[in-house]
């Protein structure tokens, strides 16, 4: 179970909820802005505002912050470069991995749907059975 203090915390900005996970220690203001550029981006460029931010991950051995984004809408992979250019306009040329996953629509027309949740979960899910299998 993932809880606030060292290596991970949860995060909320704006419809998005975001973990923030850190390889080697306590995840960090520059972790926050990387989520926070990455929200600014989903929600003013995203063409069925369908996108959200999922994790924000900073491996401090190779000093890269990867940003995992996803939607429902397969025009959103353009989402990918245009954070990573705002990225590198302001830390220029600071390691930076952009990740777009798509995943199948959900059942939209139930109650109990909220898209953040449909998406943080088919996601976070994948990413768990990847860790499992290696």
Do not use: Q
């Amino acid at each position: 179970m993932l809880i606030r203090g060292f290596r991970s915390a949860w995060i909320t900005i704006k419809e998005h909820r975001i973990l923030l996970e850190c390889r080697g220690g306590f995840p960090g203001e520059v972790m926050e802005f990387a989520a926070r550029l990455a929200v600014e981006v989903c929600d003013f460029n995203s063409r069925g505002k369908k996108a959200r931010v999922v994790k924000v991950y900073y491996n401090n051995k190779a000093c890269v912050t990867t940003v995992t984004m996803a939607s429902t809408d397969k025009t959103d992979c353009e989402l990918e470069a245009l954070l990573t250019g705002a990225w590198y306009n302001i830390y220029n040329g600071s390691p930076f991995d952009v990740r777009m996953v798509i995943v199948e629509r959900g059942n939209e027309s139930s109650d109990h749907y909220d898209h953040m949740e449909y998406l943080s979960s088919k996601v976070l899910e994948s990413f768990d059975l990847e860790n499992v299998r290696t």
